[in-house]
C-alpha cells in the first residue's frame, strides 16, 4: 500500500495563471509559499525563517473557482497530490518540475482582506473572522461535490 497525499497552509505568491481549453477544460496555476519560523538555539546561534515555494495545480471547476476568488497575498489551504515531470527547455536540456496537483481548498484569507489590487473584493466578513468554509473538491471524490454553486458570494 501508497500514499501520496500533500497538505499545504501558505499564501499565493503570485496571481493564478489560468487557461481555458476547448470543451471547458480549465487548468489554473499558481505558487504558494510555506515558511518555517526562525529560532534561536541555547548557545544563542540565530537560525533563520526558511521559506520554500510549491508549484500548485488546480483543474476544471476547482481551477474556475480559483481564477475567480484567489489573488497574490491570499492565505489558502490545499490538499492533493505530488507529481514529478519533465521537459525539455528552450536549448534541449531534459528539465524536471515538481507540482502539486489539488484535489481539495479552503481560502483561509477573510473577505475582505484580500491582497491590494485583488478584483471584486469579498464582503460580508470582519478582518480576523474565523476561516471560511471548504471553497472545492475536485471530482476525483464525487461523494463530496463541494461546489460553489451554492456559495453566498
Not at 518555517?36 to 520554500?52: A, F
Request: glycine content about 10%; overall charge negative; proline content about 6%.
Amino acid at each position: 500500500m501508497s500514499v501520496n497525499k500533500v497538505i499545504l497552509i501558505g499564501n499565493v505568491g503570485q496571481d493564478p495563471k489560468v487557461t481555458y481549453y476547448d470543451g471547458g477544460n480549465c487548468v489554473a496555476q499558481l505558487s504558494l509559499a510555506t515558511t518555517e519560523k526562525g529560532y534561536t538555539l541555547q548557545n544563542g546561534t540565530q537560525v533563520p525563517d526558511r521559506t520554500d515555494w510549491h508549484n500548485l495545480v488546480f483543474r476544471n471547476r476547482l481551477g474556475e473557482i480559483v481564477d475567480k476568488y484567489v489573488h497574490k497575498g491570499d492565505k489558502l489551504y490545499v490538499e492533493g497530490k505530488i507529481r514529478t515531470r519533465s521537459y525539455d527547455d528552450q536549448k534541449g536540456i531534459q528539465r524536471y518540475i515538481t507540482e502539486i496537483f489539488v484535489d481539495n481548498m479552503e481560502m483561509l484569507t477573510p473577505r475582505g482582506t484580500s491582497a491590494p489590487g485583488a478584483a471584486a473584493p469579498q464582503q460580508g466578513m470582519a478582518q480576523g473572522a474565523a476561516p471560511a468554509q471548504p471553497i472545492a473538491q475536485s471530482q476525483a471524490t464525487p461523494a463530496q461535490d463541494n461546489t460553489t454553486d451554492d456559495l453566498p458570494f
